[in-house]
């Protein structure tokens, strides 16, 4: 089980570009997150540590997004 979330994580790894939003991490999730659920975890101060506002979108960094995942979801 471990070693299928690990394929799993390296397959996301490898979809997201170096910066993105919280739309494309929906989309490269596959359903798993929202763009919108992913909007209130950060709200509660629970999301990615690594972010950047450019105007009223938000990126994130894929290493730390990879990272938070992992966190999130227990996986480590």
């Known amino acids: 089980m471990k070693s ?8 996301i790894h490898q979809s997201l570009p ?6 494309v ?3 490269k999730l596959g359903g798993l ?3 919108k659920s992913l909007a ?3 709200c ?9 506002r450019m ?4 990126l994130y960094e894929r290493e730390n997004f990879v990272d ?3 966190q999130y979801y227990k996986l480590e």
């Open 25 to 27: 991490a929906a989309d």
């Open 33 to 35: 997150l929202g763009a």
């Open 44 to 52: 509660r101060g629970q999301g990615p540590g690594t972010k950047v």
């Open 4 to 11: 299928d979330m690990t394929t799993v994580l390296t397959m």
């Open 18 to 23: 170096p910066f993105f939003t919280r739309d």
């Open 55 to 58: 105007g009223k979108k938000v």
């Open 68 to 70: 938070w995942l992992k």
């Open 40 to 42: 209130n975890i950060d």
